[in-house]
Structures are given as structure tokens and as C-alpha cells.
């Protein structure tokens, strides 16, 4: 076991326990806890599972769990290379699911309901996109900002 800072290759020292420090650096940064990567990877996933199946619920709580990976993009020059090893084949994967099971519009529906002018379009890309399947309140909220199936 790592007991102190230690040096990986091409890397500065780093603390044993970088991802909860990350997670302090971006709740210090405004997010309202001290997220972990596994919290936000999880929550990510989840939503990914949701809009493969159908997410249902309102727009505003859909733009709420879109900020998982908001919160993974953050967080990302903060962890230590070995974190970034670790996830990036997870979170990808996930990347990939979420892309399948979307459309991209430019923004054009989602903008309708929540602001992502100021999100990178290239970056931040899952906010360019809206579910394939338009499903209950969701649905009838971007199918009436333009979106289609």
C-alpha cells in the first residue's frame, strides 16, 4: 500500500488520493458536494441506461443528470494519470452507449429549455444531443422544441 506522495512517470506528485481531491477542488469550484469519480461514473451510467430505455421524466430533471458528465469533463485535469487510466475505458464506453442512443440537433431542442451556450460545443457534446426515443414528459417537451425520433 501507498502511504505518501508518490511519482508516477511524466507526472508531478500527486497525493494517494486524488479523486477525493478532485472532488473537493470542484465542490470548492461550486458543485454542491464532494463528488467521487465512481459517484459521478455511476450516475452517468445510469442516466446513459435511462435514455437507452426511454428517460420519461422532465426536461429540467434530464439537464440535471446530463451534469454527471459535465462533472467528469471537470474533473478530468485534476485527477492523476493513473484515475484518468483507470476510467477513460468506462466512461467511453458509456460515451459511446449515450451517442447511440441519441441524435445530435446542435443543441437546437435542449436549448429551448436550459442554456448551453456556454458549454464547448465540441467538449461538452452530449449537450448537442437529444434522446432517440421521446418518451413521456421529456418527450413531448423536445418533440414540441423541434425534436424528432
Known sequence: MVTG???MPGSSIMEPHNEQAAGE???QRGWRKAFTVQEMV???AWLVGKVEDGYSDLVDEYT??????N???EAWPILAEREIVLWTPQIKALDDRFRAATVFDDGIALSQFHRI???DPIDMWWWRRH???LVGDLGRSL???GATD
Not at 64 to 69: C, F, G, M, Q, V
Open 5 to 7: 506522495p508518490f511519482r
Open 25 to 27: 477542488v470542484l465542490h
Open 42 to 44: 455511476d450516475k452517468w
Open 64 to 69: 440535471n443528470d446530463l451534469y454527471s458528465r
Open 71 to 73: 462533472w467528469l469533463h
Open 117 to 119: 451556450s456556454g458549454f
Open 131 to 133: 434522446p432517440r426515443l
Open 143 to 145: 418533440r414540441s422544441a
